[in-house]
């Protein structure tokens, strides 16, 4: 190719790259402020993040049509070919976040009128710390096409499974104390699948990065953690618009 071909496909992959890091920054601002809103019962909060949501959607949705005219106009073949194609995967990935960030911010709204149990918020603020910590490092390991930090992200997926299912326990267990606790647990019941699955996603960027980098696959099993959770047919569906 010639030299001023290369030099507009690499200010393509730099607008793609751009737009993943704004992606990601937005996405993990929504994980943190959906969590205050829930542990401080903050409404307004709350509101502010289900607004958020919108750009994140735009911001994927511009990300996959620039992909898609990259790959049309260059025809790029092995790692940049792959440059777009881990575009638009991690794109689609961190909207999945921004939508269960928005599902726990819109569960916040719903529990005003139940009655509150503080404590059992602290398990869940746990899990989403250890989610941020998750997403934080898959971000840098994307910017810096660290393969060695995208794996341990993935192997790391565990821990946060592993206290989804001490969370479930600790849930049911005030549930089991005083019935008027059922509503508000349940709740917080879905937000912890919510979070669950936030680190999920995260394992999906974890492994694209390793496609991007390496051209090979992960392994289809993922390191797990836990042994109960919500059973399979009470489990909520990924948020839609």
């Not at 402020?33 to 919108?54: C, G, P």
């Not at 638009?88 to 599902?103: C, F, H, N, P, Q």
């Not at 969370?167 to 606790?181: H, S």
Request: proline share 3%; charged share 30%; glycine share 4%.
């Amino acid at each position: 190719m010639s030299e001023h071909i290369v030099s507009s496909y690499d200010r393509d992959l730099e607008v793609l790259g751009r737009r993943i890091a704004e992606m990601g920054g937005i996405a993990e601002k929504m994980l943190a402020e959906a969590m205050d809103a829930l542990a401080n019962f903050d409404i307004e909060l709350a509101h502010r993040v289900v607004a958020t949501d919108q750009r994140l959607d735009a911001l994927q949705r511009e990300i996959e049509e620039n992909a898609i005219l990259t790959i049309a106009r260059r025809q790029p073949l092995a790692i940049d070919l792959r440059e777009c194609i881990a575009a638009m995967r991690i794109a689609a990935d961190l909207e999945r976040v921004g939508d269960l960030a928005k599902s726990i911010a819109k569960r916040t709204v719903k529990i005003l009128s139940e009655a509150r149990v503080p404590r059992a918020v602290i398990g869940l603020k746990t899990m989403a710390e250890v989610a941020a910590i998750q997403l934080k490092d898959v971000l840098d390991a994307y910017a810096q096409r660290d393969v060695e930090r995208a794996r341990a992200v993935w192997t790391n997926d565990s821990e946060l499974d592993a206290l989804e299912d001490s969370v479930f326990r600790d849930l049911l267990t005030f549930m089991m104390e005083d019935p008027r606790n059922i509503s508000f647990c349940t709740h917080l019941l879905f937000c912890s699948k919510n979070i669950e699955r936030i680190g999920d996603h995260t394992t999906n960027v974890a492994e694209t990065i390793v496609y991007l980098v390496t051209g090979e696959a992960m392994p289809t099993d993922r390191p797990k953690g836990k042994s109960a959770s919500l059973p399979a047919s009470a489990e909520p569906d990924e948020p839609t618009k």
